[in-house]
C-alpha cells in the first residue's frame, strides 16, 4: 500500500443557536490540533444558509488559520465555483497561495445546499452546469492563459491574472463528488483531483468509489490529460476513544443534532442517512459502514476497507460532525494519528518487528546483563579486599 495522507474535512457543522464566533473560534483551534499532530490537510468548506454550516467563505478563514498552522495544507472543500466569477475565484486562490507559501489546493463544487443557490436564483442543474463552464476558465486562468468568455452569469474580457504562482508547479486543483458522475468527468477531462465527499455517508457513494475512479480514467484518455489516484481524496466520519463504550458515550453530545440537520434541514439528500434513536444512530454508521464510533481498530478496519473497495486512493479526509464535545473531539484526532496513521504510513511494522527481534533474544541477552552486574560485583569486593 501506498503512503497514504490523512486531513479533516471542516465544512463545519455546527448546532444552529450555539454562539457562532465560539464556534468558529474552535474551528480555528481545531485545526491549530491537527497541525500540532501531524495531519496532512485541512479543507474548509463554503455554504451560505440552514444555520449549521456556518463558513461562507473557505478562503478567509484559511487565511486566518494558515497563520495558526504553520505546517499543515488546505484545501478549500468547496468553493461553490457556481456562485461565483471565475476570475475573481481564482485570482483568490492565487493570493492564498502567496499567503500560505504554496500550501494551498483548490477545491471546487457546485454547491451542496439549494437553499444557498436559490437565494442567487440558480436550480441544482444550473449548479453542475456552470461547475463545468467556471472551472474550465479557473484551469486557464492558473494556467497563465488570457480568457475572454461569456457564461450564463458573467463574461470576462481578455482575462488574465497579475500573479503567478507560488510554487513552481502550480496550485493543484480538485473538484468534488458525492453520487453523480459530474465530479470523476470533470476530474478526468482536466487532470486534477477528485474529492469524494460521499464516500460512505451513502450506500450509492460507497458502492460508486470503483466506478467514479474509472470515469476520471476514461475521461482522462479521452482528453489526453494524466491522472493519478493519489489526487483522490474520500471523505467519511470517524469518532474513536480507547474503548467503543467511551465513543459511544462521547457522541451522545452531539450525533443526534447531526442526523436531524441531514434528515429534516438540509436539502442535501444524498447525506441523509435514517435513524430517530441516539443508540439506533450510533449503530447505523457502525453497521452500515457509514462511519466509525469505536477504537482505533475499528477505524483501521474501515479506512482498509475503503482501500479495497475503491482499489486505493491518497488522503483520508475525516468529516468534521461536532458529534462529541471539543475536547473529546481533539483526543479522537489524536488517537486517530496515534494509532491509525501508522499503519498506513509504513511507520508501524517497523517498530512491531523491531520488538519481535528484541523479544527473541530477550532471555539470552537478560542473563548477559545479570553475569555483567554479578562480574562488576566481584571486582568491586576485589578491590575492596586490596
Request: glycine share 10%.
Amino acid at each position: 500500500m501506498a503512503k497514504l495522507r490523512f486531513g479533516y474535512f471542516i465544512a463545519p457543522f455546527h448546532r444552529a443557536g450555539t454562539n457562532p464566533t465560539l464556534a468558529l473560534q474552535r474551528d480555528l483551534e481545531l485545526i491549530e490540533h491537527l497541525d500540532a499532530v501531524g495531519y496532512d490537510e485541512a479543507w474548509i468548506g463554503e455554504h451560505h444558509s440552514a444555520g449549521s454550516e456556518i463558513i461562507s467563505s473557505p478562503e478567509v478563514f484559511i487565511a486566518a488559520a494558515a497563520q495558526r498552522a504553520k505546517r499543515i495544507r488546505f484545501g478549500t472543500g468547496v468553493i461553490s465555483l457556481a456562485y461565483h466569477n471565475p476570475l475573481w475565484t481564482a485570482d483568490r486562490l492565487m493570493l492564498l497561495d502567496h499567503l500560505t507559501h504554496g500550501r494551498i489546493i483548490g477545491g471546487m463544487g457546485p454547491g451542496s445546499l439549494p437553499t444557498d443557490a436559490a437565494m442567487i436564483g440558480l436550480t441544482p442543474t444550473d449548479t453542475r452546469e456552470l461547475l463545468e463552464t467556471n472551472l474550465d476558465i479557473v484551469v486557464r486562468l492558473l494556467n497563465g492563459e488570457t480568457v475572454s468568455a461569456k457564461t450564463p452569469t458573467h463574461e470576462l474580457f481578455d482575462a488574465r491574472l497579475q500573479l503567478a504562482p507560488y510554487s513552481e508547479d502550480g496550485i493543484p486543483l480538485a473538484v468534488a463528488a458525492v453520487a453523480s458522475p459530474t465530479g470523476a468527468r470533470l476530474a478526468g477531462k482536466h487532470g486534477i483531483g477528485l474529492l469524494s465527499i460521499g464516500a460512505t455517508l451513502v450506500v450509492e457513494g460507497f458502492d460508486a468509489l470503483a466506478h467514479h475512479w474509472g470515469i476520471v480514467e476514461e475521461r482522462a484518455a479521452a482528453f489526453g490529460t494524466t491522472v493519478d489516484r493519489r489526487n483522490w481524496s474520500l471523505v467519511g466520519p470517524f469518532h474513536i476513544a480507547e474503548t467503543e463504550e467511551q465513543a459511544r458515550a462521547d457522541v451522545r453530545f452531539g450525533i443526534e443534532p447531526w442526523f436531524n440537520y441531514f434528515q429534516k434541514v438540509a436539502a442535501f439528500p444524498q447525506m441523509t442517512i435514517p435513524g430517530d434513536r441516539i443508540d439506533d444512530m450510533i449503530d447505523i454508521i457502525n453497521e452500515a459502514g457509514a462511519g466509525v464510533i469505536g477504537t482505533p481498530e475499528r477505524a483501521r478496519a474501515q479506512v482498509q476497507r475503503l482501500w479495497d473497495q475503491s482499489g486505493g486512493f491518497g488522503c483520508l479526509l475525516q468529516m468534521g460532525h461536532e458529534w462529541a464535545n471539543p475536547a473529546a473531539t481533539k483526543r479522537s484526532a489524536e488517537l486517530f494519528a496515534a494509532e491509525v496513521f501508522p499503519h498506513f504510513q509504513g511507520q508501524a511494522q517497523p517498530t512491531l518487528d523491531a520488538a519481535t527481534r528484541a523479544s527473541d533474544v530477550r532471555e539470552e541477552l537478560a542473563q548477559t546483563q545479570l553475569s555483567a552486574i554479578d562480574h562488576m560485583t566481584k571486582k568491586y569486593e576485589a578491590e575492596k579486599r586490596g
